[in-house]
C-alpha cells in the first residue's frame, strides 16, 4: 500500500471520527432542548388552566356581586340598618375579590408568556440542532462509502456537509434568524 494511500486513508478515518464524536454531542444538545420545549409546553398549558381558573372565580364574584346590588337596590328602603350596611360591606368585598383576581390574572399571563417564549426558542434551538444532526449524518455515511469505494471526492463531499453542521449547530446557539 502507497504511502500516499495510506495517509489518506488515516484522515478518512480520522475525520469520520470526529464527525461520529460531533453527532452524538449535537444529538445530546438536540434532546436536551426538544425535552425543555416538551416540558415548557406543560407549564404554559398549566399556566393558562391557571389563568382560566381565576377567571371562572372572578366572574363568579361579579355574578355575585351583581345580583346582590340589584336585590340591595330592590329592598333599599325596607331593610334596617344593619342589614343594609352588611349588603354594603359585602358588596365592597366581593368588588375588592374581583380587583384581586384581575391582578392575579395579569401575573399569571405574564408568567404564561415567559414560558411560551421559552418554549419558542428551545423549539428554534432543538429544530436546528436536528438540522445539524442530519448534515453530519450524511457526512458520515459519504465518509464510509468514500472508505468502502476508495473515492477521494465522496470523502470531500462529506467534509463539505460538515459546513452545513456547523452553520445549524451555531445558528441552535445564536438564533441567526
Not at 355574578?63 to 334596617?80: N, S, T, V
Amino acid at each position: 500500500m502507497s504511502d500516499q494511500k495510506e495517509k489518506w486513508q488515516g484522515w478518512l478515518a480520522l475525520s469520520t471520527a470526529i464527525m461520529a464524536v460531533l453527532a452524538a454531542l449535537t444529538t445530546l444538545y438536540m434532546g436536551k432542548y426538544s425535552s425543555r420545549a416538551i416540558m415548557a409546553q406543560g407549564q404554559e398549558s398549566d399556566q393558562w388552566a391557571y389563568y382560566q381558573a381565576k377567571s371562572i372565580k372572578q366572574h363568579t364574584f361579579e355574578l355575585g356581586r351583581k345580583a346582590l346590588e340589584l336585590q340591595y337596590m330592590a329592598e333599599r328602603g325596607r331593610l334596617p340598618p344593619l342589614v343594609g350596611n352588611e349588603y354594603e360591606k359585602t358588596l365592597t368585598r366581593y368588588a375588592e375579590e374581583s380587583k384581586r383576581y384581575d391582578t392575579e390574572k395579569k401575573d399569571i399571563k405574564a408568567k404564561a408568556e415567559e414560558i411560551a417564549a421559552r418554549k419558542l426558542k428551545a423549539q428554534d434551538m432543538g429544530g436546528n440542532f436536528a438540522y445539524a444532526l442530519i448534515f453530519l449524518q450524511i457526512a458520515i455515511m459519504l465518509s464510509s462509502l468514500a472508505s468502502l469505494t476508495k473515492r477521494h471526492y465522496l470523502w470531500h463531499i462529506a467534509l463539505i456537509c460538515t459546513i452545513g453542521w456547523l452553520f445549524f449547530f451555531l445558528d441552535a446557539w445564536l438564533l441567526f434568524y
